[in-house]
Nanobody, 115 residues
Framework: QVQLVESGGGLVQAGGSLRLSCAAS????????MGWYRQAPGKQRQLVAR???????NYADSVKDRFTISRDNAKNTVYLQIHSLKPEDTAVYYC?????????WGKGTLVTVSS
């Protein structure tokens, strides 16, 4: 079975940093688009960052220059390095894999940023 498991969330002060990890099992995603999404209370889930199998990245405007997505295909893991956290970054962060048009999701990891 395909599983995506996120880790690394927690409570951080504004201005702090976190690194989120997403480990995939049951599938190799080297050629797949991987992404991080987040959903804050009362808001819809939105794309934060995406990385192609070839390493091309893009980001939501709200996180540009603060978040960095990367992948290690040998470890079947994707990362989200977050700097300069803001209270509005508080959300559940979800890992996503698009495998030949099919989306797979992790259960999410909560990031809470205190002011």
């Amino acid at each position: 079975q395909v599983q995506l498991v996120e880790s690394g969330g927690g409570l951080v002060q504004a201005g702090g940093s976190l690194r989120l990890s997403c480990a995939a099992s049951g599938i190799s995603f080297s050629s797949d688009f991987m992404g991080w999404y987040r959903q804050a209370p009362g808001k819809q889930r939105q794309l934060v960052a995406r990385i192609t199998g070839g390493g091309i990245t893009n980001y939501a405007d709200s996180v540009k220059d603060r978040f960095t997505i990367s992948r290690d295909n040998a470890k079947n893991t994707v990362y989200l390095q977050i700097h300069s956290l803001k209270p509005e970054d508080t959300a559940v962060y979800y890992c996503n894999m698009n495998h030949y048009g099919i989306d797979f999701w992790g259960k999410g990891t909560l990031v809470t940023v205190s002011s």
